[in-house]
C-alpha cells in the first residue's frame, strides 16, 4: 500500500510534467506577443530581450497598412453563418440518428463518418468547377455553403452522441405527455444541451477562422480575403519588417484565444458530458 510520502512523491512529479506542458505551450505564444510588441533594433538584441517600449503602432501598421480590417471582417462574415448553420443542422441531424428510425439510416451513418475522413485536398478542385458553373467564384457564398456542409458530419455525429447520454426517463416522459418531435427538441433536449452546443460553436469557430485552402482557391478578390488567406500575402510584403508581422499573426489567433477562455468552462463540460455517467 503506497503512503502518504511515495504519493506526495507521485504527485509532486505530476504536477512538473504538467507545468512542463503549459510552459511548452505558452512560451512560443509570449515570444510572439513579446515580439509584436518591440521595434526592429529591439528585436536585433535578441528573442527574449525585452523591448525599450511597447510599439503599440506595429498592430496599426498591420490593420491600417495591412488591410486586416478588411480580413477580420470578412472572417467574421464567414465564420458566423457557418457556426450557426453547423450547429442548427447538425443538432437537428443528431437527433434523428440518436432518437428516430429511418431507412438506410445505418448506411447514412457510415457515410457521414467517411465524409469527416475525406481532406479538402481530395475535392478542393471539383468544388472550384463546381463553384465555377454556379457562379459562386468570388463570392461570401463560395466561402460560406462548402464550409457548412464540411461542417455537417462532424456537428451530426457530436450531437447524436451528446443527444444519447440524456436520461431517457426524461424524454419518455415527454413522449407520454403527447409532445412533438420539434417539441421535445426544443422545449426539452436543447435546454439540457447548453454544454455541448458551446464545445461545438468552438470546435466550428477555430475551424472555420483558421481554414485556408478554401479560401485560397475559391476567393481571389483582395476584398473577400479572410485573415488567414491576407497573413500570407502580408508576410509576403513585409518579410523584413519582422514585428509588424508578428502583430498581424496576433491579429489573426487572439479572436480564437479570448473566444476559447470565454468558452472553456461549457467546452470542458461538453467534453466530459456523459463520461460520468
Excluded: C
Excluded at 515580439?35 to 530581450?49: I, N, V
Amino acid at each position: 500500500m503506497p503512503t502518504s510520502a511515495t504519493r506526495a512523491t507521485k504527485a509532486a512529479g505530476f504536477r512538473i510534467v504538467m507545468w512542463g506542458f503549459a510552459l511548452f505551450a505558452i512560451v512560443p505564444f509570449a515570444l510572439l506577443i513579446l515580439t509584436s510588441l518591440k521595434s526592429q533594433p529591439d528585436l536585433m538584441r535578441g528573442a527574449f530581450a525585452l523591448p525599450s517600449r511597447l510599439h503599440f503602432e506595429n498592430f496599426v501598421s498591420a490593420w491600417v497598412d495591412g488591410h486586416f480590417s478588411t480580413y477580420f471582417r470578412n472572417s467574421v462574415l464567414v465564420v458566423v453563418p457557418v457556426v450557426i448553420g453547423g450547429v442548427v443542422l447538425g443538432t437537428m441531424s443528431g437527433f434523428a440518428f440518436a432518437f428516430l428510425s429511418f431507412p438506410l439510416k445505418k448506411m447514412t451513418f457510415v457515410m457521414l463518418t467517411l465524409g469527416m475522413m475525406v481532406p479538402t485536398e481530395a475535392y478542393i478542385i471539383p468544388l472550384y468547377y463546381e463553384m465555377l458553373h454556379l457562379g459562386l467564384i468570388n463570392t461570401y457564398a463560395a466561402l460560406i455553403l462548402p464550409q457548412i456542409a464540411m461542417s455537417v458530419p462532424f456537428a451530426t455525429l457530436f450531437m447524436a452522441s451528446a443527444m444519447q447520454q440524456l436520461p431517457v426517463d426524461i424524454l419518455e416522459a415527454a413522449r407520454i405527455d403527447g409532445a412533438s418531435r420539434g417539441r421535445i427538441l426544443t422545449k426539452v433536449i436543447l435546454p439540457l444541451m447548453g454544454p455541448s452546443i458551446s464545445s461545438l460553436s468552438l470546435f466550428l469557430f477555430i475551424w472555420t477562422w483558421n481554414e485556408f485552402l478554401i479560401p485560397l482557391i475559391l476567393v481571389n478578390d483582395d476584398s473577400l480575403r479572410t485573415l488567414p488567406l491576407g497573413m500570407l500575402f502580408f508576410q509576403g510584403r513585409n518579410t523584413i519588417n519582422i514585428p509588424v508581422l508578428t502583430a498581424g499573426a496576433v491579429v489573426v489567433i487572439l479572436p480564437v484565444i479570448i473566444a476559447f477562455l470565454f468558452f472553456q468552462r461549457k467546452f470542458i463540460d461538453g467534453l466530459t458530458a456523459g463520461a460520468s455517467k
